[in-house]
């Protein structure tokens, strides 16, 4: 049996106001701040050499505009999969603040009133894996923080709670693979190739 050699490359979209603050942005369509610009603007730069069969980017500006920047917008294809989680009554709201009324809230264990779960987001995020693996060659996809945690953790085979295990920046690079049969993480969290 043969070693699966297709890698999915995620990117995290560059910063926006909201980012910054900590507040959970899913629904809210923001911009993305200057900083946010140069950050995917940095991302074509390491990306240019890299061969892509398919492309997804979230339907959100954030997302799309990271993957205009970054070279690939032309070819990109948007899925309502890929969305950030949707926060319901907490978007907009920080974690800190949403402590001042719930000490002992936290997102992946309590979830957020009005909004959805993390096993429905895992079933979207399950669905992007599906469609990633029957393309062949190497996917890049453009979205969110806790939506890409999420897939990370699915992919790998856990539950998708297990997304809060995985940290990630904005502007940054990870990729997803095989090490023989089995699904790895290949690099994660990256500022640089």
Same mark, same amino acid.
């Given at each position: 049996?043969? #070693?699966? $050699?297709? #890698?999915?490359?995620?990117?995290?979209h560059?910063?926006?106001?909201?980012?910054?603050?900590?507040?959970?942005?899913?629904?809210?369509?923001?911009? %993305?701040?200057?900083?946010?610009? $140069?950050?995917?603007?940095?991302?074509?730069? $390491? %990306? $240019?050499?890299?061969?892509?069969?398919? *492309? !997804?980017?979230?339907? =959100?500006?954030?997302?799309?505009?990271?993957?205009?920047l970054?070279? &690939?917008?032309?070819?990109?294809?948007?899925?309502?999969?890929?969305?950030? +989680?949707?926060?319901?009554?907490?978007?907009?709201?920080?974690?800190?603040?949403?402590?001042?009324?719930?000490?002992? +809230?936290?997102?992946?264990?309590?979830?957020?009133?009005?909004?959805?779960?993390?096993?429905?987001?895992?079933?979207?995020?399950?669905?992007? @894996?599906?469609r990633?693996?029957?393309?062949?060659?190497?996917?890049?996809?453009?979205?969110?923080?806790h *939506? &890409?945690?999420? &897939?990370?953790? *699915?992919w !790998?085979? &856990?539950?998708?709670?297990?997304?809060? !295990?995985?940290?990630?920046?904005?502007?940054? =690079?990870?990729? %997803?693979?095989?090490?023989?049969?089995?699904? *790895? @993480?290949?690099?994660?969290?990256?500022?640089? @190739?």
């Amino acid at each position: 049996m043969s #070693e699966p $050699k297709q #890698e999915i490359w995620l990117m995290r979209h560059g910063e926006t106001e909201w980012s910054v603050s900590g507040a959970h942005t899913s629904r809210t369509d923001l911009p %993305l701040l200057p900083s946010g610009i $140069k950050q995917a603007q940095e991302l074509a730069g $390491k %990306l $240019k050499n890299q061969k892509f069969a398919l *492309v !997804l980017v979230s339907p =959100m500006q954030r997302a799309q505009e990271t993957c205009r920047l970054a070279g &690939l917008g032309a070819v990109a294809e948007t899925t309502d999969d890929l969305k950030e +989680w949707d926060y319901g009554a907490y978007e907009g709201r920080s974690t800190a603040d949403i402590h001042k009324d719930n000490p002992n +809230w936290s997102l992946w264990r309590d979830g957020v009133p009005n909004g959805e779960s993390v096993e429905q987001v895992g079933a979207r995020v399950q669905r992007v @894996i599906q469609r990633c693996l029957k393309v062949d060659g190497n996917v890049a996809l453009f979205a969110h923080g806790h *939506v &890409l945690r999420i &897939l990370t953790a *699915v992919w !790998l085979g &856990l539950p998708p709670h297990d997304g809060q !295990l995985f940290a990630l920046s904005t502007g940054t =690079m990870s990729e %997803l693979g095989f090490e023989h049969e089995y699904r *790895v @993480i290949r690099r994660w969290n990256c500022t640089s @190739i």
